[in-house]
């Protein structure tokens, strides 16, 4: 009896002990779990910013990223130096063909109230012929784009680059010609320039990058194509300021042949084998039966629309695509028409079109190479793009109230975080479909983004004229029009679900899990 007692006696006090040390320990976990918290958040930051440096080594090394920074950084020189080379030549050009004007001063170096009336007629006539060029390029690339994406994904990303790349030298070439010979027409210029819409190199570009990149790492990859393309606009227009029109035009011209000579003898494939066999699998399982030329026939011309229903697979798709388009109509309109704009109605001149590119370039490679990495870790893809589409619809009211170089100067320069949105867009893409899928994803938004191009420059050039002399915003009410939609692009932004549109979604959300198993196994084991 007495032995049984001293027994009991030991488990109760046991008991008592035990039941003391979970009271003690239930009384240190808000402590616990803070500093366990803590600790986590300080290795996370210690861990991003490694990140950064490993993200830049990963990408420098890597075969293939480089190689397109390299080929964005040619074309940006190449288009760049000449961009207000083209509406200079283009308005005079019309200005003598077409009204009658025969000055030797060309229409652009005469002050704006001076300037005769044929050169306002002609500087309407290359407006008119931008916008008109623009639609049948986006038109084509609309038709195009997610076939060729979808080609890409089975037969390679190199050659359907070089035949883009070959395509865009003929608008240079015809630039050239045209001031070589007084009596060419312009036409040439803009149909060779709407034919190079036909393969978009761009997204093959892209899907090439989606490659041989980590799913986390994708949005600051893109973000550095951007940013290849700012460093090139950023000095490329200043040249102008110190070379002829002709001058710089060969120089252009001389560019764009060296990166097609680049892309031919050095860009590398970055399809690998078994992505290419998966998506050949793929699209014949997808092929119906065919029993005639007929049948063959239908499959061909249909294919372009049957590659564009990946928009529709989900929800993700669908806003992403209704963001797509309502951002591409302004985003389109802004770079067809804004350098007309401000030549004619703010009085820029080359010189002051060059700061303006060079201020938007700068910013623009501070934006993609050292703000969105960090930003896209701390907030994730989605709000970057809703902070993105809200600075849109900013910048966009700024230039329709601007009365003065100075403001719109301001709205241009606050433009480059709007910016963040394409390279961001691009990544939730290819995130979310497969490797053998790349292409097709990447092609069929771009088909979606070249529709509004298409739409974007003719509509706003419509409410041009139909409100320049509206006495509220007049010639700057297509901008106020224009920061309208991106309000409606930052809505459809904001619906996009956050487990599928932000790439560390699931990594945090396993990352929260674990911590929490690890919290409860602990007390389990006490």
Partial sequence: MTR????????????????????????DEGRTQSDRTNLLKNSHVGKDNSSNSEFLRHFIKTSGPPQVIALCLLIALALGSTVGVVPAVVEDRYARLKHGYEGETSCLDIPKVDRPQECLFGNEDAMSSAAVSGFIHSTLTFATSSMIGSISDEQGRVGIMRIGIGLSLLAPLNLVLMQIYPKMDPFLYYACNALSGAISWMAVALSAISDVMPAIWRAPSFGLVIAGFSLGFAFSPILAVFMSHLAISIFSLAILVAGFVFVCFYMPETLSPDAAQKAKLARAAEMPPMNSQYDVFKYYAMRPINDLLILNRNTLFRLMSALAFFSGIVGSA??????????????????????????????????????????????????????????????????????????????????????????????????????NEQGRIQGALYSLSSLASAVGPMLLRYIYHETKDNAMYGKGTMFIFGSLL?????????????????????????????????????????
């Fill in 486 to 526: 991106y309000v409606i692009a930052t809505f459809c932004a904001y619906m996009l679900p956050e487990d599928k549109a932000n790439s560390n979604y699931r990594k945090d959300e396993s990352k929260k899990r674990s911590s929490l198993v690890g919290v409860e196994y602990g007390a389990t084991e006490l």
């Fill in 334 to 435: 802004d770079m067809a028409l804004f350098v007309y704009y401000v030549e004619e109605n703010l009085s820029f001149s080359e010189k002051d079109v060059a700061v303006m590119f060079m201020i938007r370039g700068l910013l623009g490679i501070i934006v993609q190479a050292c703000i969105l990495k960090p930003l896209n870790s701390a907030i994730g893809e989605r709000r970057v793009i809703v902070f993105a589409f809200f600075i849109g619809a900013v910048h966009n009211y700024l230039y329709g109230i601007a009365r003065t170089k100075a403001m719109f100067l301001v709205g241009a320069t606050i433009a480059t975080f709007t910016s963040m949105s394409f390279p961001t867009i691009s990544a939730i893409k290819a995130n979310n479909v497969e490797e």
């Fill in 4 to 27: 049984m007692s001293r027994d009991a006696d030991i488990a109760e006090q046991s008991s008592k002990e035990k039941r003391n040390f979970i009271t003690h320990l239930s009384m």
